[in-house]
């Protein structure tokens, strides 16, 4: 079984900082990307950012040049911080794992985490 838990949400005023961690446990063999999506009220799961296994990183153009995505392959963990937070970054924000979980699997296959809610409001 995997799981994977975020941590790191919250409420933050507008134009400040937060940091979102996930970490993912249990029967793994290797990652391939990882990733954060967010979903506000009312609207589809969007991505935010995404990193390779490789570290090649993409971002929504909503949030380019403000979030940064870092991942630590020895801890199994992928990072999210946000700067320069607006109102419509409020979210429930969702980590994203491509997850093999022993070598004769046949491949990845994805693994989301619980949700943990951004809101940014003054």
């Known amino acids: 079984q995997v799981q994977l838990v975020e941590s790191g949400g919250g409420l933050v005023q507008p134009g400040g900082s937060l940091r979102l961690s996930c970490a993912a446990s249990?029967?793994?063999?290797?990652?391939?990307?990882m990733g954060w999506y967010r979903q506000a009220p009312g609207k589809q799961r969007e991505l935010v950012a995404r990193i390779t296994g490789g570290g090649i990183t993409n971002y929504a153009d909503s949030v380019k040049g403000r979030f940064t995505i870092s991942r630590d392959n020895a801890k199994n963990t992928v990072a999210l911080q946000m700067n320069s937070l607006k109102p419509e970054d409020t979210a429930v924000y969702y980590c994203?794992?491509?997850?093999?979980?022993?070598?004769?699997?046949?491949?990845?296959?994805?693994?989301w985490g619980q949700g943990t809610q951004v809101t940014v409001s003054s």
């Open positions: 994203n794992a491509q997850i093999r979980r022993s070598a004769s699997s046949l491949g990845y296959s994805d693994y």
């Open positions: 249990g029967t793994i063999f290797n990652f391939n990307a």
